[in-house]
């Protein structure tokens, strides 16, 4: 059982243009959500986070807004630019923790499109 | 300040061998947890390790083990290597619990022949 769903395995955007990522969980105990973003043969790369206590959190290019009623958040970049391609994930964790750890989604790849 | 470590980031072993993985986290981090990457299943949770002691384990079978030391530094062993381990096995270290961010390694790569 997935709890946190990334339904599209991929995603092409033209550069300079919005990319929209989106996440959905299952898990009502999740209250600390995470994007990575992981370039081939490497580490994933923390981007960043939002507590549920907040809605929007923005850093630069990127913006992440989460809608717990409908458990869903979603990554904004803008503008795209053709760095920003590479496998986006969504993680989620429960405070204090849990057996879980940080649970991912199957991650969406972003192709920036010249 | 220098990222996470991974060594070795390749390795090639024969099923029924066993395998040691080592990670060394962000100065100054105390947690350190591990994962499993393939392209079936995505990352998934292993374990984690803060202040010495496991704190949370993921639904793996109990060939896989880790540990951490007093620096912090943490290993993953598993045993009898099975085909189906073949895997990019990734650590990360967070100065707290899982619940604030997480510095990923860049993996080591484990082919189980």
């Known amino acids: 059982d997935q709890q946190v769903k990334q339904n599209s395995p991929s995603l092409s955007v033209q550069e300079g243009r919005i990319s929209i990522l989106n996440c959905d969980y299952t898990?009502?105990?999740?209250?600390?959500f995470l994007w990575y973003k992981k370039y081939p043969a490497e580490g994933p790369t923390f981007l960043i986070s939002?507590?549920?206590?907040?809605d929007k959190n923005e850093d630069g290019r990127f913006t992440v807004f989460l809608n717990k009623s409908a458990k869903h958040l979603s990554l904004h970049i803008v503008p795209s630019q053709p760095g920003d391609s590479a496998v986006y994930f969504c993680?989620?964790?429960?405070?204090?923790?849990?057996?879980?750890?940080?649970?991912f989604g199957k991650g969406t790849h972003l192709i920036i499109q010249p | 300040k220098a990222g996470v470590t991974q060594t070795p980031r390749y390795l090639i072993k024969t099923r029924g061998q066993q395998v040691t993985l080592s990670c060394s986290p962000i100065?100054?981090?105390?947690?350190v947890s591990w994962y499993q990457q393939t392209p079936g299943q995505g990352l998934q949770f292993l374990f984690e390790?803060?202040?010495?002691?496991?704190?949370n384990k993921g639904n793996f079978p109990g060939r896989f083990s880790g540990r951490q030391f007093s620096n912090s530094r943490s290993e993953m062993n598993v045993s009898t290597l099975e085909l189906g381990d073949s895997a990019l096995y990734l650590c990360?270290?967070?100065?707290?619990?899982?619940?604030?961010?997480?510095?990923f390694g860049q993996g080591t790569r484990l082919t189980v022949v």
């Open positions: 990360a270290s967070s100065w707290g619990h899982t619940n604030t961010e997480a510095f």
């Open positions: 898990n009502s105990m999740f209250d600390y």
């Open positions: 939002i507590s549920s206590i907040k």
């Open positions: 993680a989620a964790s429960a405070e204090g923790g849990g057996a879980d750890g940080l649970t």
């Open positions: 100065s100054g981090h105390r947690s």
């Open positions: 390790y803060f202040s010495e002691t496991q704190r």
